[in-house]
T-cell receptor, first 112, second 112 residues
Framework: IAGITQAPTSQILAAGRRMTLRCTQD?????MYWYRQDLGLGLRLIHY???????GKGEVPDGYSVSRANTDDFPLTLASAVPSQTSVYFC???????????FGPGTRLTVL | DAKTTQPPSMDCAEGRAANLPCNHS???????VYWYRQIHSQGPQYIIH???NNETNEMASLIITEDRKSSTLILPHATLRDTAVYYC?????????????FGQGTILTVHP
């Protein structure tokens, strides 16, 4: 692994199903983030984690949950997917607060 | 975080310098100017950031006006691979988390 990876690359999901998007980084970064990107709205922060064991809400957290059991992994869970959660999801990490963020390749999620 | 204003689109000939402007007239003293870009279907990529001094790295130069109300990102010799959406972001230092607020950005098209 080099950098930050996300899985799956894309997914089509029925409404009401549970889904976990995976994010892993091998840079030993303390901070990790989840964004969603929608046409006309840019990237919006969903949840973040400053360090392992802590998480916080971004600007659009409703319908999503995260956990940070260790430094490397930061999964994003949709407990009961809805069509408005159709989006491209990007995970990012940064070594220190204020430093540049490194982004993963994204997960394209479609909820029908 | 301060709001930024960027032109929606710009063109540049390959091999020429691309100068991308950004207005941030409400920037405050502890806010940094960050530039990211997003090539189609990829995650955003960090380019450069600065507080008040001009900055240069292997990718670009950042020129910040003395009053800090505007800045210019310079790609000295644009290539076709520099075609992307460029985001100018203003973010306070020392925030509790490294949230980046992405606006609409500037679509830069580099043509042969």
């Amino acid at each position: 692994i080099a950098g930050i990876t996300q899985a799956p690359t894309s997914q089509i999901l029925a409404a009401g199903r549970r889904m976990t998007l995976r994010c892993t980084q091998d840079m030993r970064h303390n901070a990790m983030y989840w964004y969603r990107q929608d046409l006309g709205l840019g990237l919006r922060l969903i949840h973040y984690s400053n360090t392992a064991g802590t998480t916080g809400k971004g600007e659009v957290p409703d319908g999503y949950s995260v956990s940070r059991a260790n430094t490397d992994d930061f999964p994003l869970t949709l407990a009961s997917a809805v069509p408005s959660q159709t989006s491209v999801y990007f995970c990012a990490s940064s070594g220190e607060l204020g430093n540049e963020q490194f982004f993963g390749p994204g997960t394209r999620l479609t909820v029908l | 975080d301060a709001k930024t204003t960027q032109p929606p689109s710009m063109d540049c000939a390959e091999g020429r310098a691309a100068n991308l402007p950004c207005n941030h007239s409400t920037i405050s003293g502890n806010e940094y100017v960050y530039w990211y870009r997003q090539i189609h279907s990829q995650g955003p990529q960090y380019i450069i950031h600065g507080l008040k001094n001009n900055e240069t790295n292997e990718m670009a130069s950042l020129i910040i006006t003395e009053d800090r109300k505007s800045s210019t990102l310079i790609l000295p010799h644009a290539t076709l691979r520099d075609t992307a959406v460029y985001y100018c972001i203003v973010r306070a230092g020392g925030t509790s988390y490294g949230k980046l607020t992405f606006g609409q950005g500037t679509i830069l098209t580099v043509h042969p």
